[in-house]
């Protein structure tokens, strides 16, 4: 059976199987080698997140995967105040709720590989007018999430993980790298472009391969039809067996 690998989200990681998106590109990375299962919620945060936890990771299950990738805080990064602060949690908040998810995933398999990763940054003028797009003269003139208080959250993750010795890609940094990542990188001031998915993609297949989730050293589930003699076909289906 196929090792499964999950992505555990917002709207980020629930968009991630559109065409570009970043979980699509995993997904036919490892074809053949792992399963890679999408469980993105949009507009979730990380403190609902936390009911979701014994359905996805039950502590009883024979097969837990074996990485999960974390990937929230544009939602708990969210404002008092604005448009969206019912989705708001307060740093520290959001800080002990991701500690709590590790626990829980590591409590139901000590050896998953997980990544945490960061809030992307936040394109201020690109919320407004995505925002003006949807309420047009009845928009607040205050945005509802900024870069700064991303960066917030996204220093907190990064420092969970040095804490508690885990993995983290710190995507709020790296796409702000790039000139222009403000439209380069983001669709609406927060959601992803395929340029922006592909930033994602390989910042997490990086660290599979520093990690032992490395694709090209994991072997197929069955196998390969080079392999297979077309007058003794069952020969490498015992093989594979044994």
């Known amino acids: ?47 609902w997140a936390l009911f979701l936890l014994h359905q996805l990771f039950p502590l009883d299950s024979t097969k837990p995967p074996v990485a999960t990738t974390i990937f929230f805080g544009a939602n708990d990064a969210a404002l008092l105040g604005r448009n969206s602060e ?19 995933l590591k409590e139901s398999s000590p050896t ?12 201020e ?14 928009v607040m003139k205050l945005p509802e999430r900024t870069n700064e208080a991303a960066g917030l959250y996204a220093k907190a993750c990064v420092e969970l993980a040095e804490e508690i010795g885990t ?13 222009g ?8 001031g927060l959601h ?15 660290v599979f391969n520093e990690a032992w ?8 589930d069955f196998p390969h039809h080079s392999e297979i003699d077309g007058k003794n076909p069952e020969r490498a289906f015992q093989q594979r067996c044994l």
């Open 86 to 104: 019912r989705q708001h949690v307060p740093v520290e908040d959001y800080k002990e709720n991701l500690r709590n998810i590790i626990r829980h």
């Open 125 to 138: 003028e690109g919320r407004k007018q995505y925002a003006e797009s949807l309420y047009g003269e009845k």
């Open 1 to 47: 059976m196929r090792p499964q690998i999950v992505l555990f989200g917002d709207s980020i990681t629930e968009q991630s199987f559109r065409p570009g998106g970043w979980g699509a590109a995993l997904s036919d990375t490892y074809s053949r080698k792992a399963d890679v299962l999408v469980r993105g919620y949009g507009g979730y945060n990380t403190r």
């Open 213 to 220: 989730l490395s694709a090209a050293e994991m072997p197929y």
């Open 167 to 179: 993995r983290s890609i710190n995507l709020w940094s790296k796409m702000q790298e790039t000139e």
């Open 181 to 188: 990542w403000q439209k380069k990188f983001l669709s609406d």
């Open 112 to 123: 998953m590989l997980v990544v945490l990763i960061t809030p992307p940054p936040v394109c």
């Open 192 to 206: 992803l472009t395929p340029e922006g998915n592909a930033v994602v993609y390989q910042e997490v297949l990086k």
